[in-house]
């Protein structure tokens, strides 16, 4: 294949929009692979959250090294090494869920390896995307997410029903290999002298690593002014909110149709990939939305990303509190589609942030903020089949709309804080040199 006549950033943004396509189908595929074997198996509700959760504790473990090891050895080495661990481990071990301890480890494995993946994204584009296009091709990039998750839904039932949970898992495993292959093939790093001027705007190939010692620029990561940084922190309270919302649908979604509305998913037509198409379609068109804003001076940086933002978080908060008044398959996803693509709409606000703050360090407020992210689902996913668990003491079964009320209501009032928590602390403005 010759891609000589393709800007090599376009190549780049590309296979990181692979990279997360993959990534999200693996994360799909558990939860409706898992939910099958363990109902089956005939798992409560608390022990399925605890397990469905356990992939983000590793997670979280490994956000700020995949920064730090992204800055220090190269985005895109980190980012192959990531695939290939998480491919070989859904390869490897089998889906058993009376086999716990075994599970739980390749959960947190899974959960390590992919936790290198956003922080060495966020490097790679940081060298190699300018800012003037910045915002569509970082949303070009993490809309793959919710292809991935669309697709997940799409297929990955229809395949549980024809060849078994376990087949998912080898699936998952094949995708992430062919990845790897095209990666190896075609990623390369940006050459120093392409952009002579990169460095005064923030990209380009004067942010990759090197090994000379003198080089202080590298040497030094501002640990102490990140964490103390209140528009950074403003970017980990967004995130953990978009992530508490996303994995809780993502986890229990299946579970809703299941046993909240009766409704069998493998019984369901491709409507079920509507939520995350949703997603993917609203996540380019907010970057698009956000660079056209920009580029047009019609809203400076800072102001595009808050209004963005805003918008985003307060009607998904509105949709996700009013989604278990919905007692229709056809109900739900309309309520979830909505939540889910003005959360995608949001990420061209608190995202793509990232770099407009830090782009020598990308990676590392990444990573920071991904923790958050992930704590999130830690939190979420297992609180939630908690909040399950003492519902059915009070209405005997999850049929019952009070059941899921607090399910959907916490991150819906989430997204009210953190949007007004963004609107009061973030900048556009480049605060890392």
Same mark, same amino acid.
């Given at each position: 294949?010759?891609?000589?006549?393709?800007?090599q950033r376009y190549v780049i943004v590309f296979l990181t929009f692979l990279s997360t396509s993959v990534c999200y189908i693996e994360r799909v595929g558990f939860s409706i692979a898992y939910t099958v074997a363990a109902d089956a198996a005939g798992i409560n509700q608390s022990s399925k959250g605890t397990i469905l959760s356990t992939f983000f504790?590793?997670?979280?473990?490994?956000?700020?090294?995949?920064? #730090?090891?992204? +800055?220090? !050895?190269?985005?895109?080495?980190v980012l192959l090494l990531s695939f290939v661990l998480w491919s070989s481990t859904c390869f490897l071990v089998p889906l058993d869920p009376n086999r716990v301890g075994l599970l739980v480890f390749a959960r947190l494995l899974v959960?390590?390896? +992919?936790?290198? !993946?956003?922080?060495?994204?966020?490097?790679?584009?940081? +060298? #190699?995307?300018?800012?003037?296009?910045?915002?569509? /091709?970082?949303?070009?990039?993490?809309?793959?997410?919710?292809?991935?998750?669309? /697709?997940?839904?799409?297929?990955?039932?229809?395949?549980?029903?024809?060849r078994g949970p376990e087949s998912v898992f080898l699936a998952e495993a094949l995708a992430g290999g062919i990845w790897s292959l095209l990666w190896i093939r075609y990623a390369t790093d940006p050459p120093r002298s392409e952009h002579p001027k990169a460095a005064a705007a923030g990209f380009g190939g004067a942010l990759l690593p090197t090994n000379n010692v003198n080089h202080h620029k590298v040497t030094h990561i501002? #640990?102490?002014?990140?964490?103390?940084?209140?528009?950074? #922190?403003?970017?980990v309270v967004n995130n953990f909110t978009f992530h508490y919302a996303l994995y809780v649908l993502m986890n229990w979604l299946p579970t809703y149709f299941e046993l909240g509305l009766q409704i069998s998913l493998q019984g369901m037509d491709s409507s079920k990939m509507v939520p995350y198409l949703n997603m993917f379609v609203f996540s380019i068109v907010g970057g698009f939305i956000a660079d056209y804003l920009i580029t047009k001076r019609i809203l400076s940086v800072t102001r595009t990303?808050?209004?963005?933002?805003?918008?985003?978080?307060?009607?998904?908060?509105?949709? &996700?509190?009013? /989604?278990? +008044?919905f007692r229709t398959s056809n109900g739900v996803i309309l309520c979830s589609s909505v939540a889910l693509g003005f959360l995608a709409l949001g990420r061209a606000g608190f995202a793509v942030n990232h770099m407009d703050i830090a782009p020598r360090y990308a990676g590392i407020v990444m990573g920071v903020s991904n923790t958050a992210g992930t &704590?999130?689902? !830690?939190?979420g996913v297992d609180l939630?089949?908690?909040?399950?668990?003492?519902s059915k003491l009070v209405y005997s079964d999850l049929s019952h709309p009070e059941s899921w009320r607090a399910v959907f209501f916490i991150p819906g009032l989430l997204c009210i804080f953190s949007s007004v928590v963004f609107l009061l602390f973030s900048t556009g403005e480049r605060i890392f040199d």
């Open positions: 294949m010759k891609l000589s006549n393709i800007p504790v590793g997670y979280a473990c490994s956000q700020v090294p995949g920064g #730090w090891a992204a +800055q220090k !050895i190269g985005g895109r080495k959960g390590v390896a +992919q936790g290198f !993946i956003f922080p060495s994204i966020h490097t790679v584009l940081a +060298q #190699w995307v300018p800012p003037h296009e910045r915002s569509r /091709l970082v949303s070009i990039t993490t809309s793959g997410m919710y292809l991935g998750a669309a /697709l997940g839904m799409w297929l990955l039932p229809a395949l549980v029903e024809l501002p #640990w102490k002014k990140i964490m103390l940084s209140l528009p950074v #922190w403003a970017i990303r808050k209004f963005l933002n805003t918008v985003g978080f307060l009607v998904a908060s509105a949709a &996700l509190m009013a /989604l278990p +008044q &704590l999130a689902g !830690i939190i939630t089949g908690k909040l399950l668990e003492a």
